[in-house]
Structure formats: structure tokens, C-alpha cells
């Protein structure tokens, strides 16, 4: 493109892109294989042929940001607001990699993403937590942690939930060694919520919370527990005896994995709650924000996670849960998705002004 048919709006767009906009394909691909697994087989197809082209795209945008305003890409790294949202790109990948396998049966792409995956979160949740602890300017508690900052959690559980999927269709011992590090993956995200949701939940009730205060994104508050939950109940579907070591921790699999899935229903009643204060008592307005992604990814984890968990402990009376909100996940897809093509014909109808 040369330099005169370059408007100003394309450059503040690729300037100004959110790290975080890799999780609308965290919500696409999760609202797929809740379609999927509840047996809307051509809706799942359909959102993910969506969700391959969302994930080529942002890539390629990021890609593009990377080179030509480098120095804006890696401040937002070491941003305490901003920089955990560099993790949506692996949480991005593994749900998209899970798709592959679940929908298509295409486990080659799905190893490669999960290894694109793995090492990426090696990098990224070191460089951008180490930034945080050795840079001299820091915000306040009050400042600098929201619920994005559980994207560290999701992205770890991520890596448990492709490598579970993975795993279960290797021969061994690769299935073994694959299976005991969903196991480690799945382990660290635990101790990685408990130790954020203490600061998140100190900074909702010790300090001033104002509607601007409750982004979207926490909403993963209930999404960490819920993918904790998928990735738990995988293990618990890959423990048997051709996988004795997982075999013989079953009923501690069973019991953590219940743990976090009541975690993350008790967060919801809380979170509607909040929600229904910012909009209908605060008049916060509700105009289209990438962080909306954000909210929708949860729905659409607690849809699957729940359905996974009542098969995997044989618990039928939850499955009523997963129908129905597979249909609130898939309505809040809608609106945010609306939300986005409202937002990119806008920005269509400014550049032809120009």
C-alpha cells in the first residue's frame, strides 16, 4: 500500500490494536464446539470456518504492528493493564487447535498450534510477569489488576485442555508424558487463580469501584474456573488403566475438578449482579469494546465445560446446565459480533470520506 492510500484511521488501527483481540477467537471457537458438542453440527462448522479466518487475520494485523510500530507492541507488553492480553494469543491457538480435533479430526494442526502454543506461553507469561515485577514505575492495586489479568490462568489451562485432547489419541509412552503435562499445566493454573482472584477479590471490596472499574473481562473470573473445569474433566476421561499414573489419582481429579466448576457457577448470580448495577442503575453506556469478547468466551466455557464434567462423572442431572446457556453464549456471539461489523462499516464509511 503507498503511503497516500494510507488514512489515518488504518494506521490508528493497526497502531492502536488491543493484544487482547486474539480472544475473539477464544469466543468463537469455544461457542463452535458448544454448538458442536450439543449437536448444532452445520452452526459449529460455520463458526469455525469464521474462526480460522478471525485468527489468520488478527494474526496478520499483529504481525503488521510488530514491524511497523514496535515500540508501541512491547510498551503495551510491560503495561499492566494491557500486557496480560499478549496471552489471549495462546489461549487463541489452543481453542482453535481443539476445534481441529474435536470437529475436523485434524490432529497434525492441532499439535502444531498447541506447540505454537506452548512456547509462546513459555515466553510470554515469564517476559510479561517479570516486566511487572522489575519495572520502577508501577499503578496501584486499584490501577493496574483486573480480571484480564486471569488470562494467565486460561492460557495455562488451555495447554492442559489441547494436550488432553491430544493425548488421548497417542500411542504411548507419549500419551503419558503428554498426559502428566496437562497435569502440570492444569495444577499451575489452579495455583495461578488462587493467587490473582485474592487481589481481584481484595481490590472489588476494599477500593472504589466505579462502573468504568468493571470491564468485561471480568467475566473470565468464571471463565478460569470453567476451562480449569474442561481440563479437568479430560483428565479424568484419559484416566484409565492404559493411563495408570492419571488412573490412580482419580478421585483427586474428581474432586478438584467439581471444586472448580462450583467456583466458577458461584461467580455468576455475582457477576450478573455487577453487570445489571453498570448498565440499568449506572447508565454505563454499552457500545461495542474488543474487551466484549472477553465476556463471551465464558459463556461459551461454562456451556462446554459442564457438559464435559456431567459425562465424565456421569452426572446427568447437570445437562440441562450446558442447553441452556449454549443459547445465551450464542446470543452474546451475536450482539458482539454485531457490534463488530457496526464498528468496521463505520470505519469503511470514514475512510471513503477521506
Not at 69 to 96: E, N, W
Not at 256 to 278: D, E, K, N, S
Request: hydrophobic letters at 60%; one cysteine or more.
Amino acid at each position: 500500500m503507498t503511503k497516500d492510500l494510507q488514512p489515518p484511521v488504518l494506521v490508528a488501527i493497526v497502531k492502536e490494536f488491543s493484544p487482547a483481540y486474539f480472544a475473539m477467537v477464544m469466543a468463537t471457537g469455544i461457542v463452535s464446539l458448544a454448538a458442536f458438542v450439543l449437536q448444532m453440527t452445520v452452526l459449529a462448522r460455520v463458526l469455525f470456518a469464521v474462526n480460522l479466518l478471525a485468527y489468520l487475520v488478527i494474526a496478520a494485523i499483529t504481525v503488521a504492528r510488530i514491524l511497523r510500530y514496535p515500540k508501541a507492541f512491547f510498551s503495551d507488553m510491560i503495561d499492566h493493564q494491557r500486557g496480560p492480553g499478549f496471552l489471549t494469543f495462546v489461549a487463541a491457538s489452543c481453542v482453535l487447535g481443539s476445534q481441529f480435533v474435536v470437529i475436523d479430526a485434524n490432529y497434525e494442526v492441532a499439535v502444531i498450534l498447541w506447540i505454537v502454543a506452548t512456547l509462546f506461553w513459555i515466553v510470554l507469561i515469564y517476559a510479561v510477569f517479570a516486566a511487572f515485577a522489575v519495572k520502577k514505575r508501577k499503578p496501584t492495586l486499584a490501577d493496574g489488576i483486573n480480571g484480564g489479568w486471569l488470562l494467565a490462568v486460561v492460557s495455562t489451562q488451555a495447554i492442559a485442555v489441547l494436550g488432553a485432547l491430544i493425548a488421548a489419541h497417542w500411542p504411548q509412552p507419549y500419551r503419558l508424558e503428554l498426559n502428566f503435562l496437562a497435569l502440570s499445566m492444569w495444577l499451575w493454573g489452579g495455583m495461578l487463580y488462587i493467587w490473582m482472584i485474592a487481589l481481584i477479590f481484595y481490590r472489588y471490596t476494599f477500593f472504589e469501584f466505579s462502573p468504568g472499574d468493571l470491564s468485561p473481562p471480568y467475566w473470565i473470573n468464571m471463565g478460569a474456573m470453567a476451562i480449569s473445569t474442561l481440563a479437568g474433566a479430560l483428565l479424568i476421561t484419559n484416566a484409565s488403566p492404559a493411563a495408570p499414573y492419571l488412573y490412580s489419582l482419580l478421585p483427586f481429579l474428581k474432586g478438584f475438578t467439581v471444586f472448580y466448576w462450583a467456583t466458577g457457577t458461584w461467580w455468576i448470580p455475582m457477576l450478573v449482579i455487577l453487570g445489571i448495577w453498570r448498565y440499568a442503575f449506572r447508565r454505563f453506556p454499552f457500545r461495542y469494546d474488543p474487551l466484549y469478547w472477553g465476556a463471551v468466551f465464558p459463556l461459551g466455557m461454562y456451556t462446554v465445560a459442564t457438559w464435559q464434567m456431567a459425562r465424565a462423572m456421569d452426572l446427568p442431572f447437570l445437562e440441562i446446565v450446558p442447553r441452556v446457556f449454549v443459547y445465551a453464549a450464542l446470543l452474546a456471539w451475536a450482539v458482539t459480533f454485531a457490534g463488530l461489523i457496526w464498528t468496521v462499516g463505520r470505519g469503511i464509511a470514514s475512510f471513503r470520506r477521506q
